[in-house]
């Protein structure tokens, strides 16, 4: 059973080197979600909502400000350390989903398993449960390019349950679902939640999807501030 980790986030400014020079994407961006919570991050396209959460994850260096997760700064760890955490810690939903195109659905899944050691039979049992539960069973021997958008994005999210991460990233995981898929999605990844004790954070242009989140945290132009109350 994982148990989610805390995170608190201050003054967080983060630029993107570009060709005319330093592009300021966040500034000054303060995020507090409590263990086990989940918080919707909403915001005009280009605002930032994927820089950070890929701070979050430890994809991306901030470039500026704390980054506190589970009470350990982030910013402060090394090359290795934040492999781990990224490892150990973190599933991530990407918003282009990031299937590994060679690789069949279940094995796209198996494969965030095999790398935090998961014994083989586990391994498979645990992919063919998360492929059930997202409704694609009966693809799971596809490769990405013979899924739809809808079912990639669907595998995706298995993969990012795969090892019941403490801390959930899910960049618009209903974005390309429609209603049914997404009302699937979201009980299952609050099914995840509340069972585990993850914390979740997701980044979601569907304000009736924010509306239920506990904690809401709109950017604008990199940016934080809150709407709205917890629900
Ligand atoms: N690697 C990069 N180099 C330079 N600029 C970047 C890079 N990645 C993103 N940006 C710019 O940073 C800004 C924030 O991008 P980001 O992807 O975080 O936005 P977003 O809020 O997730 O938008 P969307 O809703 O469209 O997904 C955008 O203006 C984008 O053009
Ligand atoms: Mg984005």
């Known amino acids: 059973m994982s148990v989610g980790v805390d995170v608190r986030v201050r003054g967080l400014s983060h630029d993107y080197m570009t060709s005319n020079g330093p592009l300021r994407v966040l500034d000054g961006v303060n995020v507090d979600v409590p263990a086990g919570g989940y918080a919707a991050i909403t915001g005009a396209s280009g605002a930032g909502k994927t820089t950070l959460l890929a701070v979050l994850g430890g994809l991306e260096r901030a470039g500026k400000g704390r980054v506190e997760v589970g009470g350990q700064d982030i910013t402060r760890l090394s090359g290795d350390e934040l492999a781990t955490y990224r490892r150990s810690t973190v599933g991530f939903v990407f918003q282009h989903f990031g299937l590994l195109d060679t690789l069949t659905a279940a094995e796209n899944v198996e494969l ?11 391994r498979r049992a645990r992919a063919a449960e998360l492929l059930a539960a997202v409704g694609l069973s009966e693809r799971a021997g596809h490769r990405p390019t013979a899924l ?72 604008r132009a990199g940016r934080s501030g809150r709407t709205g109350h917890a629900a």
Not at 112 to 122: N, S, V
């Open 112 to 122: 965030a398993t095999t790398l935090a050691g998961t014994a083989r039979g586990e």
């Open 148 to 219: 739809s958008g809808g079912e990639r994005q669907r595998v995706a999210i298995a993969r990012a349950l795969a090892n019941c991460p403490r801390l959930l990233l899910a960049d618009e995981p209903t974005g390309n679902l429609d209603g049914r898929s997404t009302a699937r999605v979201i009980e299952l990844l609050e099914e995840v939640r509340l069972e585990h004790g993850c914390t979740l954070v997701m980044v979601t242009h569907d304000a009736a999807l924010a509306s239920r989140a506990g904690h809401q945290l709109v950017l």
